[in-house]
């Protein structure tokens, strides 16, 4: 949507920078934190205390709280986005590198492509379309494989398939968020996931045991920066930027992100988290950014949401999933 006052140029410029690069520096803060608090206990952390504050700055606002039916819809999404995806997301950066999770998620587009085209029928395969698929199967293929020779060894395969299963639970979030009932407000329905979402994945880290034998007083200073630094930069001040240059900018211009985000995050986890980016990881990124990109600038028959994440989905305005990396 076009504002009638076009923002100041800086302000514009701002928001780019913090969803493209502060969005791709979250992965590294997740792999510095998953080191020393078990990964489903720091997801919970973050989205709890990110949707606390979020609902909370928005109720003294006075947004009106979510019915009965809307708590309902945003706790289903919340087990697909929060307790599947960023559970799995969180669990394989104890596995996989910080850049390498980044760009293994960017291949949503492609488990939203071939939703559109075999479930919802909002897309017919054309040549295009199943090229690009290819490419971005052949450069997942590429970063797992044991079999390719490119003097860097493959990304753990337990790590590669929690976060496929991960793009995939997202893509079908993705899909009921057209049908579930959700708050008008999307900063309300996003406070609401998160919020959902942080006692789900508490209550999934008690299953799986992961308070047991955790001492939160040995948690060094750089892990609870970390967990601070996905609370308010990735959580509250990405969000932020996002939700004003939708309003501002063209979705196409603003989902550029998921293109950006990838790249960035193999950049700051090779300079600042010491990860290895060999041919193996370089050709892998390439052919899974190209997919993005053609999948992407794809027509499809009716627009597709595009959930505040990694990942890039057809470039069409978001509905009200919205949740960031």
């Given at each position: 949507m076009e504002?009638?006052?076009?923002?100041?140029?800086?302000?514009?410029?701002?928001?780019?920078?913090?969803?493209?690069?502060?969005?791709?520096?979250?992965?590294?803060?997740?792999?510095?934190?998953?080191?020393?608090?078990?990964?489903?206990?720091?997801?919970?952390?973050?989205?709890?205390?990110?949707?606390?504050?979020?609902?909370?700055?928005?109720?003294l606002k006075g947004t009106p709280s979510p019915s009965r039916?809307?708590?309902?819809?945003?706790?289903?999404?919340?087990?697909?986005i929060f307790v599947v995806d960023y559970g799995l997301l969180f669990w394989a950066e104890q596995r996989v590198p910080s850049g390498v999770a980044a760009v293994m998620l960017a291949t949503i587009p492609v488990f939203m492509a071939l939703s559109e085209i075999i479930f919802l029928r909002t897309q017919r395969l054309t040549f295009r379309l199943a090229l690009a698929l290819l490419v971005g199967i052949g450069g997942v293929a590429v970063l797992v494989s044991r079999s390719v020779g490119l003097a860097e060894a493959p990304i753990d395969r337990g790590g590669a398939i929690a976060l496929l299963i991960a793009a995939i639970s997202w893509s079908i979030a993705s899909a009921l968020t057209r049908k579930l009932p959700l708050p008008a407000s999307k900063a309300m329905s996003s406070g609401a996931q998160m919020l959902a979402g942080g006692i789900l994945l508490a209550i999934a880290a008690a299953m799986f045991g992961e308070f047991r034998g955790f001492q939160i007083q040995s948690v060094s200073r750089g892990a609870w920066f970390a967990l601070a630094y996905l609370i308010v930069a990735g959580s509250i001040v990405g969000f932020t930027a996002y939700v004003w240059l939708i309003h501002h900018e063209s979705p196409t211009k603003v989902g550029t992100y998921a293109y950006v985000n990838p790249v960035v995050a193999v950049i700051i986890g090779y300079f600042l988290g010491g990860e290895?980016?060999?041919?193996?990881?370089?050709?892998?990124?390439?052919?899974?950014?190209?997919?993005?990109?053609?999948i992407t600038t794809t027509r499809a028959k009716k627009p597709v949401a595009l959930p505040l994440?990694?990942?890039a989905q057809s470039l069409a305005e978001p509905q009200s999933s919205l949740a960031e990396p």
């Amino acid at each position: 949507m076009e504002a009638t006052v076009r923002p100041p140029t800086w302000k514009t410029l701002l928001a780019f920078a913090i969803i493209y690069f502060v969005w791709g520096s979250t992965f590294l803060a997740i792999r510095v934190g998953v080191r020393e608090v078990p990964p489903l206990v720091l997801a919970s952390m973050r989205f709890f205390i990110a949707g606390v504050v979020l609902y909370g700055w928005l109720r003294l606002k006075g947004t009106p709280s979510p019915s009965r039916r809307h708590w309902l819809a945003a706790s289903l999404l919340a087990v697909c986005i929060f307790v599947v995806d960023y559970g799995l997301l969180f669990w394989a950066e104890q596995r996989v590198p910080s850049g390498v999770a980044a760009v293994m998620l960017a291949t949503i587009p492609v488990f939203m492509a071939l939703s559109e085209i075999i479930f919802l029928r909002t897309q017919r395969l054309t040549f295009r379309l199943a090229l690009a698929l290819l490419v971005g199967i052949g450069g997942v293929a590429v970063l797992v494989s044991r079999s390719v020779g490119l003097a860097e060894a493959p990304i753990d395969r337990g790590g590669a398939i929690a976060l496929l299963i991960a793009a995939i639970s997202w893509s079908i979030a993705s899909a009921l968020t057209r049908k579930l009932p959700l708050p008008a407000s999307k900063a309300m329905s996003s406070g609401a996931q998160m919020l959902a979402g942080g006692i789900l994945l508490a209550i999934a880290a008690a299953m799986f045991g992961e308070f047991r034998g955790f001492q939160i007083q040995s948690v060094s200073r750089g892990a609870w920066f970390a967990l601070a630094y996905l609370i308010v930069a990735g959580s509250i001040v990405g969000f932020t930027a996002y939700v004003w240059l939708i309003h501002h900018e063209s979705p196409t211009k603003v989902g550029t992100y998921a293109y950006v985000n990838p790249v960035v995050a193999v950049i700051i986890g090779y300079f600042l988290g010491g990860e290895t980016v060999g041919p193996r990881t370089l050709l892998g990124t390439l052919l899974v950014l190209v997919s993005v990109v053609v999948i992407t600038t794809t027509r499809a028959k009716k627009p597709v949401a595009l959930p505040l994440v990694e990942p890039a989905q057809s470039l069409a305005e978001p509905q009200s999933s919205l949740a960031e990396p």
